[in-house]
T-cell receptor, first 117, second 113 residues
Framework: GAVVSQHPSRVICKSGTSVKIECRSL??????MFWYRQFPKQSLMLMAT?????????EQGVEKDKFLINHASLTLSTLTVTSAHPEDSSFYIC?????????????FGEGSWLTVV | DQQVKQNSPSLSVQEGRISILNCDYT??????FLWYKKYPAEGPTFLIS???IKDKNEDGRFTVFLNKSAKHLSLHIVPSQPGDSAVYFC????????????WGAGTKLIIKP
């Protein structure tokens, strides 16, 4: 079963509004979570690295004031797309790093389709 | 500069045969490699991984081989099944970068019945 859950799976919002996407690690604590965006027919693009209890680290070209990331607990990170515009319509995916045992596998959520109309 | 490369955008294999997906990397400091499978409109699913201290890891039908001197890894799927048709991504990570994943562009695998 899923070890990382993402919600909502699909969301439609009006231009100018904000939308929040949640990412939860279900049976492990994740000090680090990652947020990706996928454009059609392209690989995943890392947007930011979310660290529990501290500010997120954003990749070059990603507006931190537009894509707000909060990692308030060891099992939850949220991505808020503020003042959304149609060009923000995309597939957003989160992942969480499982450090149990000797592993460092990264598991992904199911993804969230955002459509801004 | 692409640090992780999957040079074959697509691969077509007969059902029951072996599928071999290749991945090359340029950064010799990468210490962990992972393969993910992705269907359209879904998040990637973890398949198998390998640490840089090993040269082979096997899990059921999936085997990953790592050749550090050639900076090359491959994923073998035997036997290939129709449900294996998907896009396969190779990813590498660095402990020093908090295990951030560096992705290849993906290879679309098509299993023919």
């Amino acid at each position: 079963g899923a070890v990382v859950s993402q919600h909502p799976s699909r969301v439609i919002c009006k231009s100018g509004t904000s939308v929040k996407i949640e990412c939860r690690s279900l049976d492990f604590q994740a000090t680090t979570m990652f947020w990706y965006r996928q454009f059609p027919k392209q690989s995943l693009m890392l947007m930011a690295t979310s660290n529990e209890g501290s500010k997120a680290t954003y990749e070059q070209g990603v507006e931190k004031d537009k894509f707000l990331i909060n990692h308030a607990s060891l099992t939850l990170s949220t991505l808020t797309v503020t003042s959304a515009h149609p060009e923000d319509s995309s597939f957003y995916i989160c992942s969480a790093r499982d450090t149990r045992g000797s592993g460092n596998t990264i598991y992904f959520g199911e993804g969230s389709w955002l459509t801004v109309v | 500069d692409q640090q992780v490369k999957q040079n074959s955008p697509s691969l077509s294999v007969q059902e029951g045969r072996i599928s071999i997906l290749n991945c090359d990397y340029t950064n010799s400091m990468f210490d962990y490699f992972l393969w993910y499978k992705k269907y359209p409109a879904e998040g990637p699913t973890f398949l198998i991984s390998i640490s840089s201290i090993k040269d082979k890891n096997e899990d059921g039908r999936f085997t990953v081989f790592l050749n550090k001197s050639a900076k090359h890894l491959s994923l073998h799927i035997v036997p290939s099944q129709p449900g294996d048709s998907a896009v396969y991504f190779c990813a590498a990570s660095l402990m020093d970068s908090n295990y951030q994943l560096i992705w290849g562009a993906g290879t679309k695998l098509i299993i023919k019945p």
